[in-house]
């Protein structure tokens, strides 16, 4: 027999038998798998199709509801443990306070008025909201579950208290501006809204939102006719308050001041309005007014977002909550909430909180470009040789850890083609 046939022969003998011990290895992992899973149900109940099960875990800490499916790994079924939320114990956040009645039947009724409520939600918030809300965003034609899709940046920005000649009042300035007219007036914005839920929405804002008493405060202001100048001051810092986890009131959110302002001491981050100059703000996104003042149908007492001040319990590494953290804890499930009624408005909320994350992901990669610099980075040991400027490469550069960056991308590209190469010997092998 031909030496070559010989050869040709083991090879393929060698391949059914590697095959042969994986299948037998793939059967005796899923046994032992179903036998962990339901140690006291026969091999017939194992094989039958997994029942959705209801979320009936709650969190003994947060009170977020979970799977059992989504406990601990080192967690008994006993005493299910959930960490999502709250991070071991390290985040501890104050609930949301409940919003008036008339809100809240709104979200969880199931007449007509409510229905249409909730499904105009996102434009009743835009005619109420005291900010713009500014995105590429994707709207996709026809029928199916609604989403919520944008491309590159989300900002929000705020104008002056009183419109300039000739433009119409918009956001926070229907607070102030010909407030006798002011349903008409968000009636030209959106004008296929019910009268009656608008009307009586902003009612219930005048008297609850903190946010909305101080721009109401402004209108009779200007209306006494007081000679002075007038400018409103959003403050960023909640250190100064030591109830800073509570609702804000009227005069922690905001002051109203007199004069120029030449003698006005703000920081880099408050929101400073006067009655006219010319142009938008744009809100920083760690100012913990930045959630609060676009959705007020979200947070109508005006509950302060995530901001820098946020202690972290129980950690030695850092001092206080990530963005992440914050807002992982923000969107669970928890008895009485109302969140998740909120439909598109309530997906538009998770977008902009996760380009927030994203955003301060950034900012740190930005301001820590020394520690992060390194010789294995593309173009940063070649700069020493650069002849121009722009031979240096990019001023920013993404590590690898970065989802979604240059290097990320090219490091996946790495490990696919390790994987084809593996596949392809096995190929040239046969």
Known sequence: MPSGYEKSESIESCRKRLAREKQASLRERRKINDENRHPDHTEQEVNETPEIRRMNQ?????????????????????????SICYAHGKVRLAPLIVPPPYLLNLYTSSDSDAVSFRKNIRRYNNVLACTSFGADINVIAGQGISDFRIHGQVYHRISSLLPEDGLQPAFAQLYIYDTEHENANRHNVMSDLNDGILHNLLIMLDE?????????????????????????????????????????????????????????????????????????????????SYDPLHYVLLFPQGD???????????SEKRERVTTMQFYSYRLQIREGDWLHNA???????????????????????????????????????????????????RH????????????????????????MSCFVLMIDLT
Request: proline residues 4%; contains cysteine; neutral net charge.
């Open 396 to 419: 920013i550069i993404l590590p690898s850890s970065f989802s979604g960056g240059p290097r990320h991308m090219y490091q996946l590209y790495q490990d696919a083609m390790a994987i």
């Open 304 to 314: 302060d977002g995530w901001h820098i001040d946020v202690p972290l319990a129980g």
């Open 208 to 288: 609850c939102n903190p946010y909305i008493r101080n721009f109401c405060r402004v209108r009779d202001l200007i209306q006494m006719n007081v000679p002075d100048e007038i400018f409103m001051v959003i403050h960023a810092d909640r250190t100064r308050d030591s109830r800073r986890y509570n609702a804000p009131s009227t005069s922690e959110v905001a002051a109203i001041m007199f004069g120029d302002g030449h003698e006005l001491h703000a920081s880099n981050r408050d929101i400073v309005l006067r009655l006219h100059n010319g142009g938008l703000q744009r809100i920083s996104e760690i100012h913990p």
């Open 343 to 393: 439909g598109r408005l309530y997906q538009q909320y998770i977008v902009d909180q996760y380009t927030k994350i994203e955003q301060t992901r950034l900012n740190y990669l930005k301001f820590n470009q020394d520690s992060l610099r390194t010789d294995l980075y593309c173009r940063v040991s070649d700069a020493l040789h650069a002849v121009t400027s722009n031979d240096l490469g």
């Open 58 to 82: 709650t969190c003994i800490y947060c009170g977020a509801k979970f799977w059992m499916e989504e406990k601990n790994r080192n967690s008994s079924l006993a005493s299910p443990a959930f």
